[in-house]
Each structure stands twice: as C-alpha cells, then as structure tokens.
C-alpha cells in the first residue's frame, strides 16, 4: 500500500504534491501561519495497520528543503512515514532557534500527520543533526510525553556557550539576530539563551530514550565540541541519579588526540549500526552518548537502530 496526496484542500492545511515528497502546509496553532513540512511515505505498507512517523529536524543553516538521503532511505526500508518540518527555517530570526512557535510548529506538524496518515502514536520517533540535535534535545526536554525515543547527533546543548565559541564568526552573528545580543548584554537576554537551550530542559526527559553521540573531531574540525553532547548526558545522569561522566574524562575525550586514558569496558563496544570505533560510551536511566570516530555529522542507520527499539505503552 502506497500512500498518494493530490492538491486538496484539509482543514487548516493545504497539500501540494511535490515528485517523491509531498509538500504540506501546516496552520500554527500560535500565529496561524501556514508553515511548510515535507512527507514521504514508504514504499510498501501492510494493510490497515498503523506505522511508526520518524520525525526529522533540518540543521542550523538550513530550512525544509534540506534532504537527509541516508535517513530517508532507512525510513522507507522500514516501512516508516518520513516527517520534516520548517519549524522558522534558519537561525537568524527571532521566531527559530528553539522559539516557542518553533518549537510548536514541529507538535503541530506531528498533530497533523497522525489525524491525516495511519501513524502508530506509541511509535513517534524524532532525530536531528547538529541544529537539528539541538532541537531534537530540546523537544526532549520540553515535551517528553510526545516521544518513544530520540536520537540527537553533534547538537548544541548551551546556546550561550556556543555563542562564546563563535562569536567572531558566522554563527554568533546568527545568534545575535536572533536573540538580539549575546547573553552578556542583558540578564533578560541570558535568560532567552537558556531558555532555548536543551540543557535547561533535559533533566525533565527521563522518560525517553535519548541517543546522544558526537564525531571525536567535532570542534576541532567541526562547529560544536563534543563537551556538548557529554554536558547533556550528564544532566540526564544526574537526575536519574547515576554517573556522569567526570570532568578529566571530559577533558581527555575533547582534546585533539580525544583519547580517554582510562576507557571502561563501555567505551570499548563495537557497534555494527555505527560502522566506526567508539571511544565513549555511557549510559545513564533510559539514555545513552556515543563519542565516535568522525565529525561534525549523523549516521542514519545507527539513528534508526536506536529508534526502532523502543515503543510507548499505551499507559504512557
């Protein structure tokens, strides 16, 4: 069974067929704007059953034509319903970068596609990379409830300290249209920097399933140090009262070398979906990070293996 829209109006949202995507335009339950997502739907489904919606966010720069190929080809050998939204495209205005209208776009896309598609609610699935696992963090933290499971790859977990890592450059200029200043200028400003930040929210996340990993090389050949991804596992840590990780291994694993000195048996897995050595690996309640040989990117099929192992109870 394949799934084909045509140019139709629905209620609150309008359809546009687009080659092997389908366009839709979604009415935010905030402004009423109409903001864009793509679909695509698998190749084959079993009949008159419900499948799972893997919900995907675009990076820093980028906005909903972005394509994710890898991603997209795990969905559909899944048999998956592929969802990607705009959520107010690139970080350069007020309204993106982890804005509550952002961040209501991505529920109000999920809303739509399971009332218009045969989604399994128990098996709604979000992943991102780098912006993306920014996002992917913070809907974690903010809407826990909505997830069976997640997978965020070399996101940004502190926006105020990543401001200071760039602000010279490209990206803390971004920043500053979006928020209007660095975090230094003004405590109402520090306050809107942690707000949108995935470390503010991510001890209320206990529930889901996180996949956190980075590439090794990430901030040395890469926008965001892997400390990012070790900062966010630890509150999880903490709050689901287990180890974190110390900050001598911090240390060690964000060096150039990024090496621990002293691997635990953990660090030293092999991963098949992961196609690469692993020099970190922690677990902490239902979570886990993965620091990897690679850089500032996402593998697809280590994303989808986490994903696909997890589904909510109907209690949930």
Known sequence: MKWKLVMVWLVGSIVVQASDREKVFVTSS???TNQPSYVIFPDEVPNHEKVPLLVSLHSWSSDVEQRNLPLEEEANRLGWIYLFPHFRGPNIQRDACGSEKAQQ?????????SKEYPVDRNRIYLTGVSGGGHMTMLMVGRYPDRWAAASAWVGIS???????????????????????????ASNEICQQYRKRSPVTWLHRSLKVPLDIAAGVHDGHQGSVPVRHSLDAFNIIARASGN????????????????????PRSSDCV??????????????????????????????????????QRYKKSPEE
């Not at 993965?290 to 850089?295: L, P, S, Y």
């Open 30 to 32: 905030l402004d009423g």
């Open 243 to 262: 180890e974190g990780i110390s900050e001598k291994e911090m240390d060690q694993i964000s060096r150039v070398s990024g090496r621990l000195e002293k």
């Open 158 to 184: 502190d926006l105020a300290m990543w401001y200071q890592k760039h602000r010279q450059g490209e990206y803390g200029a971004m920043m500053r249209q979006v928020f209007g200043d660095g975090p230094e």
């Open 270 to 307: 092999k991963d098949a979906s992961f196609g690469r050595e692993i020099y970190l690996r922690r677990k902490a309640g239902r979570s886990r990070v993965t620091i990897f040989e690679g850089g500032h990117e996402g593998i697809a099929s280590a994303a989808v293996s986490w994903l």
């Open 105 to 113: 776009d991505i529920l109000d896309a999920v809303d739509w596609a």
